[in-house]
Nanobody
């Protein structure tokens, strides 16, 4: 059974950092593409970054380039999202998702429609 579990969210002050984790079970992470998304109240789900660890490809949304870093640990079957210089506008529920077509790799940042399974989300609040 495919499952994704996000963790690492919480309350952080502006300028602070958080590292989110997305731990996969039921499949081997490095065979597929994992994406990170967020959704703020009243807004659409927004793609942030994606990674295909088998080919070391990463893509980012422009507003988070230089602040967020996506990485993977195949031994732990986990993908991370390191978030630095956080701003109140980064407040949202953060989700990870997996695209399960074997061998399919992105050439750009994929949108939500490309993904097959989603985690339950983790809340990130940036506030003083």
């Amino acid at each position: 059974q495919v499952q994704l579990v996000e963790s690492g969210g919480g309350l952080v002050q502006p300028g602070g950092s958080l590292r989110l984790s997305c731990t996969a079970s039921g499949f081997t992470l490095d065979d597929y593409t994992i994406g990170w998304f967020r959704q703020a109240p009243g807004k659409e789900r927004e793609a942030l970054a994606c990674i295909s660890t088998s080919v070391a490809n990463t893509f980012y949304e422009d507003s988070v380039k230089g602040r967020f870093t996506i990485s993977g640990d195949n031994a732990k079957n986990t993908v991370y999202l390191q978030m630095n210089s956080l701003e109140p506008e980064d407040t949202a529920v953060y989700y990870c998702a997996v695209e399960m077509t074997p061998g399919r790799r992105p050439a750009l940042l994929w949108g939500a429609d490309e993904y097959d399974y989603w985690g339950q989300g983790t809340q990130v609040t940036v506030s003083s």
